[in-house]
T-cell receptor
Framework: GDSVTQMEGPVTLSEEAFLTINCTYTATGYPSLFWYVQYPGEGLQLLLKATKADDKGSNKGFEATYRKETTSFHLEKGSVQVSDSAVYFCALSGTTDSWGKLQFGAGTQVVVTP | EAQVTQNPRYLITVTGKKLTVTCSQNMNHEYMSWYRQDPGLGLRQIYYSMNVEVTDKGDVPEGYKVSRKEKRNFPLILESPSPNQTSLYFC?????????????FGQGTRLTVV
């Protein structure tokens, strides 16, 4: 079945550092790809999405590009803030196997220190 | 305010004592779903519902029941909880399915079964 693999955390950074979180996927067909973020004590919220190859999703300074050739959707931000400390989940949906659901990776905790 | 509301937020119970976790959304969404979050596994779908009176199993439905008698509510029922159901549970809703439209998540219910 479909699956999503994320780099393990925690990832610890200083404020204003560059952040990359790797995400690769295995899917039959052509999924839509998502990044959801979970701030401490809260539910998940959509950060960005891309629905087809070479699409770039962006929001709040974060970006990710749908790379079909490498089956990847890496998340990047050029200059992180303490307020970006959270758990980030890569997910896919829209294939036969993932119809009606979001297929999540294990999540990557990011800790940004002042 | 548009939101998904889960209750209770925290619950400690004993093995075999039936419980219900409620989920309500005020956005008139067609789609609702339950996930459980476990360390290292990300979120896994338990059940979902594409509309009133329509429910379907997700990846880990064993030991759970749901019902969708009205659009706004989607309760999760554990008829005979066991310790392996100790987890963090999230309810989610979206206008249609999560592929095409953003999923909105509740704040979570942390369940401990002793």
């Amino acid at each position: 079945g479909d699956s999503v693999t994320q780099m393990e955390g925690p990832v610890t950074l200083s404020e204003e550092a560059f952040l990359t979180i790797n995400c690769t996927y295995t899917a039959t067909g052509y999924p839509s790809l998502f990044w959801y973020v979970q701030y401490p004590g809260e539910g998940l919220q959509l950060l960005l999405k891309a629905t087809k190859a070479d699409d770039k999703g962006s929001n709040k300074g974060f970006e990710a590009t749908y790379r079909k050739e490498t089956t990847s959707f890496h998340l990047e931000k050029g200059s992180v803030q303490v307020s970006d400390s959270a758990v980030y989940f890569c997910a896919l949906s829209g294939t036969t196997d993932s119809w009606g659901k979001l297929q999540f990776g294990a999540g990557t905790q990011v800790v940004v220190t002042p | 305010e548009a939101q998904v509301t889960q209750n209770p937020r925290y619950l400690i119970t004993v093995t075999g004592k039936k419980l219900t976790v409620t989920c309500s959304q005020n956005m008139n969404h067609e789609y609702m779903s339950w996930y459980r979050q476990d360390p290292g596994l990300g979120l896994r779908q338990i059940y979902y519902s594409m509309n009133v009176e329509v429910t379907d199993k997700g990846d880990v439905p064993e030991g759970y029941k749901v019902s969708r008698k009205e659009k706004r509510n989607f309760p999760l029922i554990l008829e005979s909880p066991s310790p392996n159901q100790t987890s963090l549970y999230f309810c989610a809703s979206s206008p249609r399915g999560p592929t095409d439209t953003e999923a909105f998540f509740g704040q979570g219910t942390r369940l401990t079964v002793v």
